[in-house]
C-alpha cells in the first residue's frame, strides 16, 4: 500500500512513522523549505550577535502515556528537554497591570520545548523519512481508488492508494472540496484563531520576575523570555503573541504597526527599553477554537483522511495523538 501524506507537521509526521513501522510505502509532502510550520524558529542577526526566537508554538504539555513515551524518545535524540519558567498572570486594568504569581513547577504539568530550538522535535521526528519540502499540493485527483496529487507548479505525484491531509482545516476545506465532501465540511466547521507574533531583543535583561505570562483584557495574550529556555544563547530576547480576538480585528495591519502597538504595551507592562531588533509574523491558522470532535476523519469511499489538532483540541499532543489513532486504524484495517 502507498500512502502520500500532506504536511509535514507534528501529526503528519507521526502519523508517517507509524505507517513505514507498519510495512507501509509513506511519501510526505511539505509546503515549508524545511521542518519547522508552526513549531518554526526564527533567527537574525542584531548588534549583540545572533538571536533566535520560537515564535510559533511555545511549548508542549504531555497528558497521554504514549505521548510520554514519544517524549522519552526525543529527550533521549536531545530533541526535547524540560522548561522551568517563573510563570505569571498579569491582568490590565486601565492603564495599569496587575501581575499574580501561577503554581510553582512542582505544582503544575512539566513544560516540554524543543531544543536548541522548537523545530528541533520536527527535525527529530522527521529523520529518515522521505519528505519533499517546498512543495504545495494544490488539487487531489481521483481515479477510481488511486489518487494523483498535483502541486502548485504543475508538477505531479502518484498514484496512491491512500492520502493523508494533514493540513490545518482552513487549507483542507479547499483541498477536499469536491474530493471528499464529507471530509471538506468537517474541516469547515472547525476553526482556527489567527495570531501575531512579535519578536524582541534587547541589550539588557529587562527587570521583571517572571519569564512567561499569560496576559488578560489587553492587546497582548502570552509574553515569554525566549532566553529563558535551554540552549537558546545569552541574548535577551522576547516573543509577544497577541491575543485571539487583537489578532482577528487587526489580522490585515501592517507589520509596522502591529509592531509599534504591540511593543507600547509591552514596555507599558514590563518596563521594556527600546528593543536592538524587532519583528513580526501573523500566523492565519495559530490556534484551533473549535474542534471537529475526533481524533480523526475517514472516507472509505475515496480512501482519504484528515488529521491534525484542529481534529480534536489545540495542542501539540493533540497533533500527535491524531496522527497516531489515525495510522492505528489503516495499519489495522488492511
Not at 497582548?220 to 530576547?237: F, H, I, Q
Not at 491575543?243 to 509599534?260: G, T, Y
Request: aromatic share 8%; charged share 25%; with cysteine.
Amino acid at each position: 500500500m502507498t500512502t502520500a501524506i500532506i504536511g509535514a507537521g507534528i501529526a503528519g509526521l507521526s502519523a508517517a512513522r507509524v505507517l513505514e513501522a507498519a510495512g507501509e510505502t509513506v511519501r510526505l509532502y511539505d509546503k515549508g523549505r524545511g521542518p519547522g510550520g508552526r513549531m518554526s524558529t526564527r533567527r537574525a542577526e542584531t548588534p549583540v550577535g545572533e538571536a533566535r526566537w520560537d515564535h510559533g508554538a511555545q511549548f508542549f504539555t504531555a497528558r497521554d502515556e504514549a505521548f510520554r513515551e514519544e517524549i522519552v524518545r526525543l529527550r533521549e535524540a536531545g530533541a526535547v528537554t524540560r522548561w522551568r519558567p517563573r510563570m505569571a498572570d498579569i491582568r490590565k486594568r486601565s492603564d495599569s497591570w496587575t501581575v499574580g504569581v501561577q503554581p510553582s513547577e512542582n505544582e503544575r504539568e512539566p513544560l516540554f520545548v524543543g531544543t536548541p530550538s522548537m523545530n528541533a522535535v520536527i527535525k527529530a521526528m522527521a529523520t529518515d523519512l522521505p519528505i519533499d519540502w517546498g512543495r504545495r499540493v494544490t488539487k487531489i485527483r481521483l481515479d477510481g481508488q488511486h489518487k494523483t496529487l498535483v502541486f502548485e507548479d504543475g508538477g505531479e505525484e502518484g498514484p496512491f492508494d491512500k492520502v493523508i491531509c494533514a493540513t490545518p482545516a482552513e487549507q483542507a476545506v479547499d483541498l477536499l472540496s469536491g474530493v471528499s465532501d464529507a471530509l471538506s465540511a468537517q474541516a469547515a466547521r472547525a476553526q482556527s484563531a489567527p495570531c501575531w507574533a512579535v519578536m524582541l531583543a534587547f541589550k539588557e535583561k529587562l527587570p521583571v520576575d517572571w519569564d512567561a505570562a499569560n496576559i488578560a483584557d489587553g492587546a497582548l495574550g502570552w509574553v515569554t523570555r525566549n532566553a529563558s529556555k535551554p540552549d537558546r544563547g545569552d541574548t535577551e530576547t522576547w516573543v509577544l503573541h497577541a491575543s485571539p480576538a487583537w489578532s482577528r480585528e487587526h489580522v490585515d495591519l501592517e507589520k509596522d504597526d502591529v509592531m509599534a502597538q504591540l511593543l507600547r504595551e509591552f514596555s507599558t507592562m514590563s518596563g521594556a527599553p527600546e528593543p536592538i531588533h524587532v519583528a513580526a509574523h501573523r500566523w492565519l491558522h495559530a490556534k484551533v477554537d473549535k474542534a471537529a470532535g475526533s481524533s480523526f476523519g475517514w472516507d472509505e469511499a475515496t480512501g482519504i483522511a484528515v488529521i491534525g489538532d484542529w481534529r480534536s483540541g489545540p495542542r501539540v499532543e493533540a497533533a500527535w495523538l491524531s496522527g497516531l489513532a489515525c495510522a492505528d486504524f489503516l495499519s489495522s484495517a488492511k
